[in-house]
């Protein structure tokens, strides 16, 4: 079964193609990287997805939605963290909890019982007052993870997630991203830290508007450099030298 389809997705923007014709498919409970330079298509690809944005020709299937005909049925079941930090700086943990758990309908009752487990996910115990602004980067990150997932969504979008946040809390932020997985939730994340990405389960790299490269870390590593050994960096320059 898979959690995402995606068949000839194409956004243009005038004369400028910023996705070109992609086709995809992503399995329930995978982890998949979408890896590319910036301009390269990752969110215009993202927000298509997520029913923010229509497509300009293509379908795209999101937990069995359009996203040209159902993206309101879309939104309701996924998740969606982008690389801008979005939660209300002059509210406390605990409010900016409350205000998403609203805006996804949650109740009162299940509002109460979620942010239990969003602050002891997040590591947050004994910081509930805090204003979100005294947070540290990995703290803030942690809490718009879980303002994402306070709704249990089946399907996570992380548009670049740890962009902004030191490597201890990258490596935190992924100990979680694992276990949601292990769990069952689809994670879709772009990210330009390689490092990350090699702790996906599938890898898609986009150059261009075009995917021209996908399969595991390790699938990717024999079909570019003939080495498992290769880091995935290497593979990434010699997927665009190909394409060049």
Known sequence: ?????VYNLTKKFGEF????NISFKVAKGEIFGFLGPNGAGKSTTIRMLCGIMRPTSGEGLVGGYSINNQPEEIKKIIGYMSQK???????????NINFYG????????????????VIKMAG?????????????????????LGC???????????????????????????????????????????SHYMDEVERCHRIAI???????????PKELKKEFTK??????????????EREK
Request: aromatic share 10%; glycine share 6%; hydrophobic share 40%.
């Open 1 to 5: 079964m898979f959690a995402i389809e």
């Open 17 to 20: 193609v910023a996705v070109n």
């Open 85 to 95: 930090f979005t939660l209300y700086q002059d509210l406390t943990v605990e409010e």
């Open 102 to 117: 609203g805006i996804h309908g949650l109740s009162s009752s299940a509002i109460k019982e979620r942010k239990k487990w």
């Open 124 to 144: 947050l115990i004994g910081k509930e007052n805090y204003l979100t602004r005294e947070l540290s980067g990995g703290w803030k990150q942690r809490l718009s």
């Open 148 to 190: 994402a997932i306070l709704h249990q969504p089946e399907i996570l979008f992380l548009d670049e997630p740890t962009a902004s946040v030191d490597p201890i809390s990258r490596r935190d932020f992924w100990d979680l991203i694992y276990n949601l997985s292990e769990k069952g939730t689809t994670i879709f994340v772009t």
């Open 206 to 216: 986009i150059y261009s508007g075009k995917i021209i490269a996908m399969g595991s």
């Open 227 to 240: 080495s498992e050994k290769s880091t995935l960096e290497e593979v990434f320059i010699s997927a665009i």
